[in-house]
């Protein structure tokens, strides 16, 4: 438990004051509305549904605040840029934006549910007091409309009104289920098969958003829940005079004779979302502005394994180590936009990416680029965005694991230390890099063989040949593969990368990976990077927890990973 700490400490934290705000609007607003006298009248027709619709209500609210600040990326760059207040800790937590926005909506999938179906509730128990002929409180309530239009507490006036009817002719009912539906496309077509499978029916359903947010600001407008104003509480409260309702004479004298008066609860869903609406439309309004800014492709390399890199120069780009941008190509799609890491180095005049075909739009992208037509295709390019490879730099100890084409935010990271090494930068915080490449076949390796050759060489030319220690692991492989190996096994470089460290053959154990580690560093805080699948980022999770000491002068594994 207390290696787990060492790691999740502060998003435990945070996740509590989320669930506690949520278990806090939640259980307030159900007592509240269980047990106001404002709402005494209100509950004689439906019951505790008044309470369970109100409170959910609030949650929403509450949780559509909350929803699209995880995506505003400029907001989370600034946060985890030069601030103060940015440490290691907050930092790490911006690196859960989309892990957060996920729960969130999960959340808002789940009150929606219990909203609906308590109005659901709500709409069969007011059209039953209307059509009760059995003098009860609740028929009585219902028939307030017959003494005068403006007083009602039921919002069904006609025994001929159906429960269908209200919910898909009223602002409230039609509204409901228009979010209802737009909220459910949005959730279903998020999960992982949709996203890596059919990315654009996730993006196109994701702008969904827009419904949602504009439906939910006019759902509570018409104001068909209502209570005892506070008035009529003054002249006639429940408590006093609800018997006169029901036994009330023709000729009655009584104070409580008058009819109680009601009032509608005020629409208060714009409250909640209009300052993070405006702040997304800010966010929108500039990366529209970015994106309208000039992009020169200054040179197309097609590398091995059906891999493009794209070397563009855009006046005013300024990146840092292993940041990511999205990119836009009109010529195939004018709205899908696609992150990708940057290769680059922030010390070179130019930004890079390198595009791996995996998908419609990027086999179109690649297509598009080796026809080679005289004018390049048009590129639009927004960001850079920050992620947890920015922060690289300020570990002692780093060990940055990439998966096949996850080796991107790592090539920054190591042409940038190549650069520093160049300039002999005495700033350079970090002392040792282990750096671990997983590739299923041996084509991966060819475009970033020349990195690591370079890198090897200016490493022993400056003395500090023992900086990066790396390990490529070759995860498939034939018969051929392994012959050729054999018989090569004694020459100084290895036969599949032509580098000096030999490439392994199969996958890492990563308990041995970290031990060694562990020991090599008893005293020093680890920064583990990842860009890879899920699954090894659960493999490493469990490792950086196991090799981790809550002892301050003992080793500690921090695990990053990025996330799009």
């Not at 909640?272 to 502005?289: G, T």
Request: proline share 3%.
């Amino acid at each position: 438990m207390g290696n787990w700490l060492v790691n999740h400490w502060f998003s435990a934290t945070v996740l509590a004051a989320w669930l506690g705000i949520n278990i806090f609007l939640f259980t307030y607003y159900f007592l509240f509305f269980d047990r106001d006298e404002r709402y005494f009248y209100t509950r004689a027709i439906l019951g505790s549904a008044l309470a369970w619709a109100r409170a959910s209500a609030k949650c929403l609210n509450f949780n559509s605040m909350l929803i699209l600040l995880p995506v505003c990326r400029n907001l989370l760059s600034f946060l985890r840029g030069t601030c103060s207040c940015c440490r290691r800790t907050l930092r790490k937590q911006l690196d859960h934006n989309l892990t957060f926005h996920k729960l969130v909506a999960y959340a808002l999938a789940l009150l929606t549910a219990v909203h609906t179906i308590a109005h659901l509730f709500n709409l069969e128990r007011y059209n039953h007091s209307q059509q009760a002929t059995d003098g009860s409180l609740a028929a009585v309530l219902s028939k307030i409309h017959l003494q005068s239009r403006d007083k009602w507490l039921n919002p069904i006036h006609s025994n001929q009104t159906t429960v269908e009817y209200m919910a898909f002719t009223t602002i409230p009912g039609l509204t409901g289920v228009i979010i209802t539906l737009a909220l459910i496309l949005m959730v279903t077509s998020s999960t992982e098969f949709i996203r890596r499978n059919y990315f654009e029916v996730f993006w196109y359903t994701h702008h969904l958003f827009l419904i949602y947010f504009a439906g939910l600001v006019i759902h509570g407008i018409a104001g068909l829940v209502r209570g005892q104003t506070e008035e009529s509480m003054e002249e006639v409260h429940p408590h006093r005079c609800a018997h006169y309702l029901v036994h009330k004479d023709e000729d009655c004298s009584h104070d409580c004779c008058k009819f109680p008066e009601f009032g509608s609860i005020p629409a208060e869903s714009w409250k909640w979302v209009l300052a993070p609406v405006l702040l997304y439309i800010f966010e929108r309004i500039l990366r529209i502005w970015r994106a309208q800014q000039k992009v020169v492709v200054t040179k197309v390399v097609m590398h091995p394994a059906r891999v493009l890199e794209l070397q563009m120069h855009k006046k005013g780009f300024r990146m840092e180590v292993g940041q990511y941008i999205f990119v836009n190509c009109p010529a195939i799609s004018l709205l899908e936009w696609h992150p990708f890491t940057l290769t680059s180095a922030p010390e070179e005049d130019f930004f890079s990416i390198h595009i791996r075909a995996a998908g419609d739009w990027t086999e179109r992208l690649i297509d598009t680029f080796q026809q080679q037509k005289p004018e390049m295709p048009r590129i639009e390019v927004d960001g850079p965005f920050g992620t947890a490879s920015e922060d690289v730099f300020q570990y002692e100890v780093a060990m940055l694991v990439g998966a096949g084409i996850g080796v991107t935010p790592f090539a920054s990271i190591l042409k940038s230390i190549w650069y520093k090494f160049q300039q002999a930068d005495q700033t350079l915080k970090t002392k040792k890099i282990y750096f671990y490449w997983l590739c299923r076949d041996t084509g991966a390796f060819a475009w970033f063989n020349d990195l690591l050759a370079s890198l090897e060489q200016k490493m022993a030319e400056s003395g500090k040949a023992d900086f990066l220690t790396y390990r490529l692991f070759l995860t498939g492989w034939d018969t051929s593969i392994a012959n050729n190996v054999a018989l090569r096994f004694d020459t100084a470089t290895d036969t599949v990368t032509g580098l000096r460290h030999k490439t392994i053959f199969g996958r890492p154990m990563w308990n041995n990976e970290f031990a060694a580690v562990a020991a090599a560093h008893p005293r020093s805080v680890v920064g583990v990077f990842l860009c890879g699948p899920g699954a090894l980022a659960k493999s490493l999770q469990k490792s950086c927890q196991q090799h981790s000491s809550l002892d301050p002068r003992k080793v500690k594994f921090y695990f990053n990973k990025e996330n799009f």
